[in-house]
DNA sequence: GTGGCACTTCAAGTTGACTTGAGGTCAAGA
DNA sequence: TCTTGACCTCAAGTCAACTTGAAGTGCCAC
C-alpha cells in the first residue's frame, strides 16, 4: 500500500520511471486511490529484480519476457546460463583492455600499433572489428 | 591512397560509418579523385585506434579529443589510467553478477530476494540503484 | 561518348530507455 | 470553499552512433 512517491524515495528511481516500467508491464499497481497509483511491498522486489537483469545486460523486453514465463520470478535458467557465458567473454575482453590501457601509460613504443601487447589488446577489442589484425587462425562460417 | 570502399573491406566498417567519423574530425581523407575521398594507409590505424578506444568504453567525442591532443596518437595518460580503474570496477560487478546468475541457476531458494548470494548480487549490480538494499555503512557525502 | 554504378550530399530515421512539457485532476489543509 | 501541489495522461523530445533514402555527380569500361 504505497504510492508512487514512496516508492520512487525507496528505489532511487523516478517517478516518471516507475510509470514507464508500468506502462512496460514490468510491474503492476494493485489500485488507485484517487487518479493515483497505490503500490504492493512487492514491487520493491521486482525493481531490484529489474535493476539487477539490466546490470546484467538484459533489455526491459527480456527481462519482461522472464517475468511473464510464470506467475512469480520465473527465470528461464537457460538464458541465465547463456548470459553468464557472455559476461566471462566481456569480462576477458575488458580485463585485455584495461591492462592494454595501463601497458600503453608505460609502454616508450613510439607507435603504439607496433607495439605487441597493444596489438594484443587490438585483437581483443572487437572479435572482427579489425578482420585485418586478426590471425587467420578460424574464418568462421557463421553470419 | 585507398578508396572508401577499400578502407571499409578492410576495416569492417561500412562506407556510411567512415563518413561519419571524417565528418566527426576523427579521421581525414587526404584529399578527392573528383567527388570522392582518397584515404592515406594511415587512416588504417586510426580506425584501430578508434575501434579499441570505443571498447574501452570511450565515446566518440573523448576520442575526438584524444587525437586532438598532438599530431601523433597523443593519448591523454590520465584519462587512459581513469579508464583502466572505472574497468577494474565494472569487471568487478560484472564478475559478481555472472556468479550470481550462476547461482541463481543452481539456488533452491524459493525466493531469489532472500538468499545471501542473490542479495549479494543486488548489492554489486548498480552502486545505489536500490539504496534500501545498501548495507547503511557509509553515506557517501558525495553527489 | 555514353551508360552504369559507385560514389557524393544532406536530411531524416532508428534504437532503447527514459525524460520533459503541457494541460488536466483531485485530496487535503487553511 | 478555495488553493495548492502532487499526482495524472499523452505526445514529443533526448542521447549516441549510426543508417537510410532521395537526389545528384562523375570515373571508367565499352
Redesign the pocket.
Known amino acids: 500500500m504505497i504510492?508512487?512517491?514512496e516508492l520512487a524515495r525507496r528505489s532511487g528511481l523516478?517517478?516518471?520511471?516507475i510509470?514507464?516500467y508500468e506502462e512496460r508491464g514490468l510491474i503492476q499497481s494493485i489500485g488507485r486511490?484517487?487518479?493515483?497509483?497505490t503500490f504492493d511491498e512487492a514491487v520493491m522486489d521486482r525493481l531490484a529484480l529489474i535493476a539487477l537483469g539490466?546490470a546484467a545486460g538484459f533489455?526491459?523486453?527480456d527481462i519482461g519476457e522472464m517475468f511473464a514465463k510464470g506467475p512469480g520470478f520465473e527465470i528461464d535458467r537457460g538464458r541465465l546460463l547463456e548470459r553468464a557465458d557472455q559476461l566471462d567473454t566481456q569480462i576477458k575482453k575488458l580485463t585485455l583492455i584495461r591492462d592494454g590501457l595501463r601497458h600503453t601509460v608505460n609502454c616508450p613504443a613510439p607507435r603504439h600499433i607496433e607495439c605487441p601487447t597493444f596489438q594484443r589488446m587490438m585483437r581483443a577489442a572487437g572479435h572482427g572489428l579489425i578482420p585485418a589484425l586478426e590471425q587467420p587462425t578460424r574464418r568462421a562460417s557463421s553470419s
Open positions: 504510492d508512487i512517491a523516478r517517478a516518471s520511471t510509470r514507464y486511490r484517487g487518479l493515483r497509483r539490466r533489455s526491459l523486453d
